[in-house]
C-alpha cells in the first residue's frame, strides 16, 4: 500500500524557520520525482518545489526561492522542506507529492500520489 505521510507542521512566528517532511512507504522512493505543493484558504492549489530522482534538478516558485530548500533522502525515503524567513503569505496547507517519472514538472496533474498535508501557519 502506497502512503506518504507529511509532518513537521505547526504555528510559527514570521522569521522562524521550520522543516516539514513527508515519508513515502510502499513503493521504490528513488525512482521518484516528488514535489511540494500548499493551499492556502479560498485559493487554488499551488506549487512551490520539486526534486527529480537524484537531487541535481530541482524548481521553485519565485516567492520561496532563497527561502525555502527542498532536498531528498532516498535511503530513508524521505522528501524535506526546509523553510527559511516564513512569512504570513506562506501560510497554508503543505502537501507532498509523488511522480511516476524522474523528471520534475510543476503541475499539479504531473503528480500520481498525494499525501494528507500539514498545516503551517505563520503568525506576524
Known sequence: QVQQVESGGGLVQAGESLRLSCAVSGRTFSLYAMGWFR????????FVAAINWSGDSI?????????????????????????NSPNAEDTAVYFCASRRFSEVVRSASGYDYWGQGTQVTVSS
Do not use: H
Open 59 to 83: 524548481q521553485y516558485t519565485d516567492s520561496v526561492k532563497g527561502r525555502f530548500t527542498i532536498s531528498r533522502d532516498n535511503a530513508k525515503s524521505t522528501v524535506y522542506l526546509q523553510m
Open 39 to 46: 493551499q492556502a484558504p479560498g485559493k487554488k492549489r499551488e
